[in-house]
């Protein structure tokens, strides 16, 4: 099976552990497995169908342009958000990845693994020692790994297991600070509303196990199975400040043009397509 150039962990020459400190056998492996079955995005994309002139200038400027920004976004994760301050709207999210140095990475998100999923939002990560040198109130926008990573929730599609352990053991210890920019659940036309903080799960029993067996089932991912790997990796005390959801301080911005977002699970997404929390049978 062909492996999709966008979710190649590695991309032409370009070795990932020499920026994150991950082994040499991470870094220069050649990739010759398959990456995930696709995701659909939920959400047709907005407008007419792309005109010919308009196709003909996006080729072009693909052959003629450098994308210094894109060709670095070399590692693709797939996990989870919720809604800062409801934890039971939630949603998978794929992650793709630019490892700038051994204490920071940045991620575009979006809802789908295919050429048109719609980007969601962004994520920065950033190592321990860095999280504990932010102001307390910093602190309140930014949610642990340590669970993402142990649970086996979070993971790496398409590359060897011994590359992604090495990596999920670096992550293990980072911590987050992700925006939303298109509420892909609830609006279907057009990214409408003010950006949303989400969070990570940070237990056992917070994620919809319905929506991580979708996910599990499209990739052909055993969350059991890559828990039972990870049991090895050390994944030190969260710290003071991350996860204030927990602690009842649950960051949003106020949307200034009045609407309200949908803080409740929808209907369950179809099969296939990037996979959500679902309200259950007893729910109205």
């Not at 047709?44 to 210094?68: E, F």
């Not at 003010?194 to 917070?206: E, N, R, S, Y």
């Amino acid at each position: 099976m062909r492996l999709a150039p966008e979710r190649m962990f590695l991309t032409r020459s370009r070795c990932l552990s020499s920026r994150f400190g991950i082994s040499v056998m991470l870094a220069c492996v050649a990739l010759s497995g398959c990456a995930s079955d696709d995701t659909q995005s939920n959400v047709p994309s907005p407008g007419k169908p792309t005109s010919a002139t308009l196709s003909v200038l996006d080729a072009g400027a693909a052959v003629l342009q450098s994308r210094p920004p894109i060709d670095a976004l070399n590692a693709y994760l797939d996990g989870f958000h919720f809604y800062n301050g409801h934890p039971d709207v939630q949603m998978e999210a794929h992650h793709y990845c630019s490892v700038l140095s051994e204490s920071f990475i940045q991620c575009v998100i979006y809802d789908g693994n295919v050429k048109d999923a719609k980007l969601m939002g962004v994520e920065y990560i950033i190592s321990a020692e860095l999280f504990a040198q932010l102001p307390a109130g910093e602190k309140r926008l930014w949610h642990s790994h340590a669970h993402e990573v142990k649970s086996g929730q979070l993971v790496a599609p398409g590359i060897p297991d011994t590359a992604e352990h090495a990596l999920m053991a670096k992550l293990a210890n980072t911590y987050g600070k992700t925006w939303h920019t298109w509420h892909t659940d609830q609006d279907k036309q057009l990214p409408l509303g003010v950006p949303q903080l989400m969070m990570g799960f940070t237990a056992d029993g917070q994620a919809d196990p319905a929506m991580v067996e979708q996910r599990n089932r499209r990739m052909g991912i055993s969350t059991e199975q890559t828990r039972a790997n990870r049991a090895d990796i050390k994944a030190q005390p969260v710290l003071q400040g991350a996860d204030a959801w927990q602690h009842g301080d649950a960051v949003q911005l106020a949307d200034p043009t009045g609407r309200e977002h949908i803080m409740q699970p929808q209907k369950p997404s179809p099969p296939g397509t990037n996979s959500r929390s679902a309200a259950s049978q007893a729910d109205p």
